[in-house]
């Protein structure tokens, strides 16, 4: 009998031994899954700062003779024409309702 109580608390000891390291590696988990959200989310936000740093680049390679006037206003209007598609679509994004059954309301007002 007093192996067998032995025996149980050993295997309790183990058991909150494996719970607590479980609960470690969730919170590890957890700490870099938010890192790595809030970076793609910074990200998102710097699509114009990283247009802006292409452009001065572009701009350098147009002073140094590496590209044309041609190609030079080809290029910057791509790139401003692919930021202000990128911000109207963000504009889109944040303006749309969430919920879907408000999209058919919107639609079923429109269409009276």
């Not at 590890?28 to 910074?42: A, E, P, S």
């Not at 003779?65 to 930021?83: S, Y």
């Amino acid at each position: 009998m007093a192996t067998l109580i032995i025996g149980q608390s050993g295997s309790i000891s183990s058991m909150l031994i494996w719970i607590i390291v479980l609960i470690v590696i969730v919170l590890i988990g957890g700490f870099i899954i938010f890192n790595l959200r809030r970076r793609m989310l910074l990200n998102d936000d710097s699509v114009s700062a990283g247009s802006s740093g292409l452009l001065d680049h572009l701009q350098q390679m147009h002073r140094s003779g590496q590209i044309d006037d041609e190609e030079f206003a080809k290029a910057r209007n791509a790139i401003i024409r692919q930021v202000q598609e990128d911000m109207d679509a963000r504009k889109r994004a944040e303006t749309k309702p969430a919920d879907p059954l408000l999209d058919d309301l919107d639609s079923f007002h429109t269409d009276r």
